[in-house]
Structures are given as C-alpha cells and as structure tokens.
C-alpha cells in the first residue's frame, strides 16, 4: 500500500474555566495555546513499525506480522470511531504487558498509539511498516492538553498516511489545514486516544487541539468564539506531577457520594463559563473597561475556589494564587489540576516590571512561569520548510 509521508502538528490548550465540570455536561472556555505537538510519520521497508518518543524517553518498535495477527484476532473495523473497541484495548494491554488501571505515562501513550494505528489501518485491510516520531513543546501531563495534542496528531498523520482524509498541502503552501470534514474526522479519531488516556474526557481538549481559536464547548457541541478581546495571559508550570484519568475519577466519587453537595458546584462553574463569555464578548464590541477586567478576575478567584471543593486543587496551585495576589494578580488551576499549571490572568495595563517580578517570584519557588499567546491554530500539516529547525532536528535523529 503507498503511505503519504507527513508532518503535523497541534496546539496544546489552556482552560479559562469548566474544567472537570465539563466532563459532566456543563459549558468550558478555552483556548490554544502557541505550544505544539509535532509528529512526523515516514513510511520505511523495515516490516516493522516504530514509534520515538523522546519527550517520555519511550522508543520501541514491533513487527508488522504480529500487530497483524493482534487486528486479525481482535477484527477491528474502521468506522467504528465513535465507540472504543474495547475487546481490542484489551488485547493491546495484554500485548503490550499493561494492566488495567495501570497509569504509566509511557503505557498509556503506547497503548493510544497502537489503538489509533491499528483501527485506522484495519479499514484499508494493511498493516504499513511506518516509523511515527513525536516531539512537544509541551510539558507532558501538566494540564496543558499534551495528550490531546497527541492525540490530535496522531490521528491526523494516520487519516492522511492511510489515504483516509487527503492531505492538504498543495505546492503552493508550506503549511495547511484540512476541510472541515476531515477535522470531524480527526477529531472524533483523537477522542478515542484521549479516552484510552483520560478515561472519561468530555472531549473539549481534543477540540481545542484539532480546532484552534478560543472555544466553547458544550456537550461536545464546539462553537469558536469570534468576538474576543486579546487576553495576556500568564502560565505556570508548578511541575507537580498528576494524572487526569485520577482527577476526573475523583470528581465522579465525590459527586457519587454527595450529589446534593457537589451538582450544585457544577451548575455554578457553569454560570461562571456563561458569565465569562458574556463578558469577552461585551469586551470584544466596546472598549475593555478596568470593571470588566474585575469581573474577569473575580470569575477565577471564584472557579479556583469550587475546583478546591472539588478536590482537584494542590497546596502548590495554593501557593501560585498567594504570589500573584500579592502583585494584584488572579490566578487559577487549568486542566485538571491536582498540581501541574495554572493561569493568570494580566490586564492590558499591568506593568512589566510587575509581570516580571511576579514571574521571578514564581521562579524562585521552583516553577517555570511565562507570559503566552493564545488562539494559535488548530491542527496543521507542514512542509519540512515550514518546521523550525530545531524540531525538524529533534525529529530527525530517529
Ligand atoms: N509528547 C508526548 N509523547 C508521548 N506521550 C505523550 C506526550 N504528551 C502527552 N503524552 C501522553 O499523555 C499523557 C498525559 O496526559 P494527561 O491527560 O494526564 O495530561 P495533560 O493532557 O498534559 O493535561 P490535561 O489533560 O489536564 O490538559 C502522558 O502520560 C502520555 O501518555
Ligand atoms: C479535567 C478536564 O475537564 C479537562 C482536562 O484538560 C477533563 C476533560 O474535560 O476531559
Ligand atoms: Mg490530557
């Protein structure tokens, strides 16, 4: 079978509020990020199949022949995109020595690597020998999306390496999008590795990854919000390591067990994210005002409050929201918390010095903090041309 050599790419994302209670049908804002997931995906004559992933030091391959008995026993379709298949999770774990509720970062990305690989390939009746290597500007499992954009990317590269969706690129332009069937397609694709990865995700993170923009989601209803002011927004990275398969599960027994205490918490994040696009929108049709910008910071005062009664904050978010209040700042956890980032949010007249201070107080703590761009594009093919060198080097030495 001809394989469509390529190179991708999606954004990682950031959350400005809904996280978790998104997972349980209530709205989420959020936003790209310009930190990328790159992946490029060679066809060789190797009958082997191999994956890089520097980021997680996880390099291994396997012979075509035994994933084609692995898809010849489990008779796994394409199509069958919406719902797992979990007969052949199942296999895989078993395949690859993982055990259930094993959440290892290294097998959980094996595991949606394989998943995708196989399920896509088993619609055009071949198993290719291909080598697909990974490599993210993001810090992985931080609440930044980086399994999203993993995700994102790898079904984009397997779609198109398959002939499944076409690819973009023309020789006109060394970067492009595909049409917005085929970003359906991604999508609903990715969703699968995020579930093998997250569990139960509501889906807004693999959205944001094959979308771009700023989003709303709402039970998997996406709608890119056009009208937004431009936003400074501060990341830290408390490199408190978490998982976001734990996180979700832990909010699900907590509302199990107190469902009267904790439904109204999530109809309240709820009116926060309505609250919020109001006021993004208010903001995008006239001048910010200063009293937007103290409706904005009290919505995340409020948000990290209810994500600590939860039971996703971290004394280490704690410490985050402390630094910055005591430079007029407001902060709260994005993603699914327990550790890993936060955001804060900077008004259009914060001063720099203030925004650096603020920076090496955070520093001096331990995190890595910086000032980001949001609403970077979704997912995107490239031409070699149109990578920076220091990626297309990183991709190079496998
Ligand atoms: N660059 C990468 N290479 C290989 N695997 C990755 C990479 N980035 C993410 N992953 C996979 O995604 C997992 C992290 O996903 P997790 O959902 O816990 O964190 P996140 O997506 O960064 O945060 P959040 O879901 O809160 O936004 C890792 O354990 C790994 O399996
Ligand atoms: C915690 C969560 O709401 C966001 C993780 O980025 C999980 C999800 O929506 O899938
Ligand atoms: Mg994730």
Redesign the pocket.
């Known amino acids: 079978m001809h394989i469509k050599e390529c190179i991708v790419s999606a954004p990682g994302?950031a959350i400005l509020h809904g996280e978790h209670a998104v997972v349980h049908g209530k709205v989420a804002l959020a936003v790209s990020l310009n930190l990328r997931?790159y992946l490029q995906l060679q066809a060789t004559s190797s009958s082997k199949v191999c994956i890089n992933?520097p980021?997680?030091n996880?390099f291994l391959s396997w012979d075509v022949t035994i994933l084609k008995q692995l898809l010849s026993d489990s008779g796994a379709v394409l199509g069958v995109v919406d719902e797992l298949d979990g007969e052949l999770v199942k296999r895989l774990r078993d395949f690859v020595g993982v055990a259930n509720g094993n959440l290892d970062?290294r097998s959980?990305?094996i595991l949606?690597f394989l998943y995708i690989y196989i399920t896509v390939f088993a619609g055009t009746g071949d198993l290719p020998s291909v080598t697909v290597s990974?490599w993210?500007e993001?810090p992985?499992?931080?609440?930044?999306?980086?399994?999203?954009?993993?995700s994102v990317c790898l079904a984009a590269a397997l779609l198109s390496a398959s002939g499944t969706i076409p690819s973009p690129l023309t020789d006109l332009e060394n970067t492009a999008r595909w049409a917005e069937e085929d970003m359906e397609l991604i999508n609903r694709c990715a969703f699968q590795g995020e579930r093998i990865?997250?569990g139960n995700p509501s889906g807004v993170?693999n959205a944001v990854g094959t979308w771009g923009g700023i989003l709303r989601y709402h039970s998997g209803k996406i709608t890119t919000l056009s009208r937004v002011p431009m936003l400074r927004i501060l990341l830290t990275n408390t490199k408190v390591a978490r998982?976001?398969?734990v996180l979700v599960a832990g909010v699900k027994d907590k509302m199990n067990k107190f469902p009267s205490i904790i439904n109204p918490v999530l109809d309240s994040v709820d009116a926060i994210s309505s609250t919020c696009e109001q006021t993004l929108s208010e903001m995008a049709s006239d001048t910010p005002t200063p009293e937007h910008y103290d409706v904005l910071e009290e919505l995340i005062d409020i948000n990290q409050h209810q994500l600590n009664v939860m039971g996703v904050g971290h004394p280490a978010i704690d410490r985050l929201c402390g630094i910055t209040l005591a430079r007029g700042l407001h902060s709260k956890l994005t993603?699914?918390g327990g550790g890993?980032c936060g955001i804060t949010l900077l008004r259009p007249e914060t001063e720099h010095s203030v925004v650096l201070n603020t920076i090496q107080d955070l520093r001096d703590c331990g995190y890595d903090c910086w000032e980001t761009r949001i609403g970077a594009a979704g997912v995107q093919q490239h031409s070699p041309l149109a990578v920076k060198e220091e990626v297309l080097e990183v991709l190079a030495r496998y």
Request: hydrophobic share 40%; proline share 0%; no cysteine.
């Open positions: 994302k997931t992933l980021n997680i996880t970062t959980m990305a949606a990974v993210s993001l992985t499992g931080a609440g930044l999306g980086s399994s999203a954009a993993y990865i997250h993170d998982s976001t398969k993603g699914a890993g």
